[in-house]
């Protein structure tokens, strides 16, 4: 089945501690996008990658990573998460160049900080 | 001026009930005009996408696009329960961009 799919589901951590949200996409895509999803505000992009080894920042980039090192995975690290960092988190792929420009939305990751 | 503009919401209607559901945009440099659908705890997931202006039709949804007036719209006839989700515009492809601008979402609930 093609699918994004995102790890952890849920996650509730601690200010200041290191954390990894995975992003594995199986479909060949080539351009991988990290949302977040708040209330009020809709989905921001926090960083795209337009290739392996190609990112680049999106409209919220302050406090998170990010890095392609396979074609099929992209990651978002947030180096000393702070609590404004609560939110659900999207990661999205899709294939450049297609007929269809629509993305593919993992099922999100919801997390808080506390 | 914000890029893309949705009504906000929220919106209850009967089974039955036409909906219809509006975004606007400043840039006219989009090219492209989706809609996505957002049940709860779920991704969003493509409903419609067009390029043009005019309508698209694809089983009980309808999606309009005026690019003249910067308006799109996304009709639902005879909408079910099964409706019920939060319903996101998404533009794209200004300068060739492959970055989507969603709308903040509106939440449909349609009451059986």
């Given at each position: 089945?093609a ?17 990894t ?6 479909m ?6 990290w ?9 921001r ?26 074609k ?7 180096e ?5 960092q609560?939110s ?9 160049g ?13 997390l808080?900080?506390? | ?14 089974e ?5 559901l509006n ?14 659908r957002?049940?709860?705890r779920?991704?969003p997931e ?5 390029y ?9 949804f ?15 006839r ?6 019920s989700?939060?319903?996101?515009c ?6 060739g ?7 903040k ?8």
């Amino acid at each position: 089945e093609a699918q994004v799919t995102q790890n952890p589901r849920y996650l509730i951590t601690v200010t200041g501690k290191k954390l990894t949200v995975t992003c594995s996409q199986n479909m060949n895509h080539e351009y991988m996008s990290w949302y977040r999803q708040d209330p009020g505000l809709g989905l921001r992009q926090i960083y795209y990658s337009m290739n392996v080894e190609v990112t680049d920042k999106g409209d919220v980039p302050e406090g998170y990573k990010v890095s392609r090192k396979e074609k099929r995975n992209f990651p978002l690290i947030l180096e000393s998460p702070s609590p404004n960092q609560t939110s659900l988190y999207f990661c999205a792929s899709r294939k450049t160049g297609s007929v269809n420009y629509g993305y593919t939305f993992g099922s999100g990751t919801r997390l808080t900080v506390v | 001026q914000k890029e893309v503009e949705q009504d906000p919401g929220p919106l209850s209607v009967p089974e039955g009930a036409i909906v219809s559901l509006n975004c606007t945009y400043s840039n006219s440099a989009f090219q492209y005009f989706m809609w996505y659908r957002q049940y709860s705890r779920k991704g969003p997931e493509l409903l419609m996408y067009t390029y043009s202006s005019g309508n698209k039709e694809d089983g009980r949804f309808t999606a309009q696009v005026d690019k003249s007036s910067k308006y799109i719209s996304l009709f639902i006839r005879d909408s079910q329960p099964s409706d019920s989700a939060t319903y996101l515009c998404a533009l794209g492809g200004q300068g060739g961009s492959e970055k989507l601008v969603f709308g903040k979402g509106m939440k449909l609930t349609v009451n059986p």
